[in-house]
């Protein structure tokens, strides 16, 4: 039967199925239609679910009712009745009349939606209006009971007509019906809703498992790639720096006089390897940079000395080029507090840069000058999320030294900016591209500004010249 249906599983709604009576509908608007018909029509009304439970109640207790139940039989026989009433369930799609021994009648209207019986409405108890005599099964109920006050009491009883009763009956169902449909659409509504959040958030977290998945996989291999780089360069390092030892040997003549021809290959040879040597150190830095191995050693020093002294070695360079290199900085600037070989390091490779990427005539501009930074100390790495951004706006500014390094070169296009810091990149990434180098010398200068708690930026227009600017806090008092 579907009543048992109805009670063992639940419904499959987003199949279609219909859930129970007390699911679908909103009790509050049940309660409301039912005070309604008892305020038009004056009879009782119970509405109860498939599983007999009792949804909305609105009834008013009949004289005829208390003055029974006031009689030891009455009472037994009463609440028998109003208990079938109650638990008597229609077969058919049809209104059932239940009889009380009072000659009242109940009717049990079905409940049934999309042909299922999901609950029933009971109506009454009211006296049908051919029913003119009080019936023998009252007035010999009780040995005490009083036949008149019985029949005064059943005579406030309401009255109606059995085709009247049905009438009302069939309206209510047809009201019910109503309420049941838009239920029953918001709750389809709500559960493919559901439905669809449920297959999104498993979609997205099968993705997100297999990202996971894939962001591992890259880790190793990222993870392999610093060991091999490290391996590699490690051996290469040993034989390059025998090879550099011996031409400048084989050049100092240790080995016998060589013909001007010799001495010029011999110096290629060693210049080469200089710079085989420069990118194999270059690697091993980056690769400890970005396994955090890379500590900085800070002293307490002058930055105009620094700069200075990269200007100076930068110059031979820049002359080879017809390139002017200009230094210039104001008296105050302060100390900082740096690792000086790795502060030379990243100024190198930018005063090394301008020079590379300035074409012949053009002007090389070294600057310093006093500036504020907002620090970002040791502890705040948490926070990075956000591109520093919040964090820095957070922190006091202190006082620091900007670096300038200014040229009159090829410039940087707006797009590739945000690219040059990456390890390996460079704008021109062509076999044949002009400038040598691996790309590297920012990449690293970047990681090593961090390190010094500092930061990195650059303005550039093409064709019209760059400016790398690199800002370091000034030294605490207390750490000279
Ligand atoms: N001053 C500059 N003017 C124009 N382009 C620049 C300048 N500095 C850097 N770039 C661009 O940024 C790229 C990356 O610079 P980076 O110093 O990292 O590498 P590189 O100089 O090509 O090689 P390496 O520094 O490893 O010898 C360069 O290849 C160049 O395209
Ligand atoms: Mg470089």
Redesign the pocket.
Known sequence: MDENKAENKPADISYGEIAQLEELIDRESLREVCRSFFDLFGLSIRVFSARGALLATVHEERSICRYVNSLNKGRVACSETVAQAQMRLPISPETVVHPCFTGAVYHIVPIIYDDRQLGRIVIGPFLPSEVTNTPPSLLNLDPQLDPERARAALSEMPRVRSQTAIRIAAHLRGILDLILFSGHRARLTSTMHLATVRENYRELSEKNASLQDAFNKLKELDRLKSNFLATVSHELRTPLTSIIGYSEMLEAGIAGEMTPEQTGFVETIRTKGELLLLLIT?LLDLNKLERGQLSISTEYIDPRAVLDEVREMCVPEAEKKQVKIEAAWADDVPFIQADPVRLRQILI?LVG??V??TPASGHVELSIRVTEIRVRTEGDEAEEDDGGFGAALMMAPERAVEFAIK?T????PEAEIAK?FDAF????GSSTRE?G???????IAKSLVAAHHGTIRVESRPAQG?TFFVVLPEAQPDAG
């Not at 070169?409 to 940087?412: A, T």
């Not at 990149?425 to 021109?428: E, L, S």
């Not at 180098?437 to 990449?443: E, I, P, R």
């Open positions: 270059s490779n840069n301008a590379k990427f040229d070169g090829i410039g940087i040059i990149y460079q704008v021109d400038y180098g691996a790309g590297l010398g920012l990449s760059t």
